[in-house]
């Protein structure tokens, strides 16, 4: 009796726990659902509906070799322990995560066999650069779907068949109207179309924030839910490298430097460096009214706003403008880190903890860090939407404008009626007074560096 515990791997194609637990007899298929997970922390609803929508995919795939998907709510060891005062014993075939390790004592505890598969051969983890990665993961190949499987004669009446009950189960925000679907049908569909088509432009997406959505892979949720394996964005790639164009084959390389750094964030788990918010103390306290009105979009700042209603439609921001939110929000407004990854992560339908920490410890400006950069969300706007689409596409009270006032709305003399929010606070003031804050910390522990001040014209504010 075998137990195939989905996780973030939900898809038939390439997944070693479906290829090699069907080959030991009968296999249920098995995703938990734990209220402790779901109840609180990042996960949202919109997270919700794109995992509903990917059991509801991999279960028709299932049901074309025999098999079906099955659900449990319930938190892992509870429902592991059914499964035992149900079938007397049986054999878990999981990924390894290393969040995990309690869950494993406990196996071992009540004496349940696990089978933790190895997708890919360990060399691929001592690679050293990307064209030795390249190099490894090119020999490898998918691993194909089983041809037949086998459920269990008996099934709990406590485990369902459908994801109808999770459909109204309480979980925070609100489901995306307009973001995509989720199913590895979904993914290799994007895939496809990206590999043959987007990506002679990939590049320009990545310049150019209205395009972005167009021209990005649009793989990112896919890969952080498993509907596709890197390995086969990998493979699929490298197949097509032959008959590409020079101008291609440079999209082509692009894009697999982000699937390595990927690979070494996320499944190679290279450490992330750690820094301490020394400015903890210094950290802005504000009331929910406030949070709110700067969480929809209402700061006042286009680029920011036009960014986070972006990213509250579609459930996705291209890189530069996640890095601008978060230095806007955590270095110019000085929130609690913490706060700011809490309520981004619920929104970001491709949240993964690995590549998300990464992005924080990267931006957040810290007293004796290196790259300590505080962006100028106005100045960073107009290099990024330099004609203003993407803030008009968002923010349509702008959209009328003439182009020079886009970014800075308060500097048109009609400010006052094309219904914009004053701004929240002054970028510019905020911005002095940050590295200030750094440099007297720095001087006091004998860390000294030039303090660079840069005065910009006055802003109109509602400073907070």
């Known amino acids: 009796m075998n137990i195939v515990w989905l996780r973030k791997d939900l898809r038939l194609t390439d997944n070693l726990l479906f290829a090699m637990a ?21 996960l949202s609803a919109r997270h919700c509906s794109f995992l509903i929508e990917s059991l509801d995919d991999l279960s028709l795939k299932l049901e074309e070799i025999g098999g079906r998907m099955f659900v449990a709510i319930g938190e892992a060891e509870e429902v592991f322990q059914l499964l035992l005062d149900t079938y007397g014993s049986y054999t878990v075939w999981l990924y390894n995560d290393s969040k995990l390790h309690h869950l494993f004592e406990w196996f071992k505890e009540k004496q349940i066999d696990i089978k933790i598969p190895i997708s ?27 041809e037949k499987l086998y459920l269990p004669q008996e099934i709990p009446d406590w485990l369902l068949e459908s994801t109808a009950r999770f459909r109204s189960f309480p979980i925070k925000g609100e489901p ?34 209205l395009k972005a959505s167009l021209y990005s892979s649009g793989l990112s949720a896919y890969l952080s839910w498993g509907n596709v394996s890197l390995k086969t964005v990998v493979l699929r790639t490298l197949e097509a490298l032959p008959a590409a164009t ?49 969480f929809d979009g209402k700061a006042g700042i286009p680029i920011i706003d036009a960014s986070m209603l972006c990213l509250m439609k579609s ?6 403008l996640r890095r601008l939110l978060v230095s806007f929000l955590c270095n110019t407004l000085l929130l609690e880190p913490q706060i700011v990854k809490e309520k981004l992560a619920g929104l ?12 924080f410890q990267d931006c957040l400006a810290l007293p004796g860090k290196v790259k300590a950069k505080i962006l100028d ?88």
């Not at 290279?270 to 009105?293: G, H, I, P, Y």
Request: with cysteine.
């Open 22 to 42: 069907s080959k030991r007899g009968e296999t249920l298929p098995l995703y938990i659902i734990e209220p402790s997970v779901w109840g609180s922390g990042p």
């Open 348 to 359: 970001m339908l491709d949240y993964e903890p690995a590549i998300y920490d990464s992005l």
């Open 246 to 294: 020079e101008s291609e084959v440079k999209e082509y390389q692009f894009f697999l430097d982000k699937l390595y750094k990927r690979f070494l964030l996320v499944e190679k788990e290279t450490s992330v460096v750690q820094f301490e918010d020394t400015l903890l103390k210094e950290r802005r306290k504000l009331d929910q009214a406030t949070l709110n009105k700067i």
């Open 176 to 209: 995306l109207r307009f973001g995509q679907s989720g199913g590895e049908t979904n993914a290799f569909e994007t895939l496809n179309s990206f590999i043959d088509e987007r990506i002679r432009k990939y590049s320009e997406g990545k310049s150019n924030p």
């Open 315 to 320: 459930g996705w921001l291209p890189e530069g």
């Open 120 to 146: 890919v051969p360990g060399e691929l983890y001592k690679a050293t650069s990307k064209k030795g990665w390249i190099s490894i993961i090119g020999t490898l190949t998918e691993h194909a779907p089983p």
């Open 377 to 464: 969300p106005v100045r960073e706007g107009k290099k990024i939407d330099p004609e203003g689409q993407f803030i008009a596409r968002y923010v349509p009270q702008l959209g009328n404008l003439p182009t020079r006032y886009i970014h800075e709305p308060w500097q048109y003399p009609g400010f006052y009626t094309i219904g914009y929010n004053v701004p929240i606070v002054d970028c510019n003031k905020a911005s002095r007074k940050m590295k200030s804050l750094i440099f007297e910390i720095e001087k006091a522990a004998g860390v000294v560096k030039p303090n660079k001040m840069v005065n910009d014209s006055e802003q109109l504010t509602l400073d907070i």
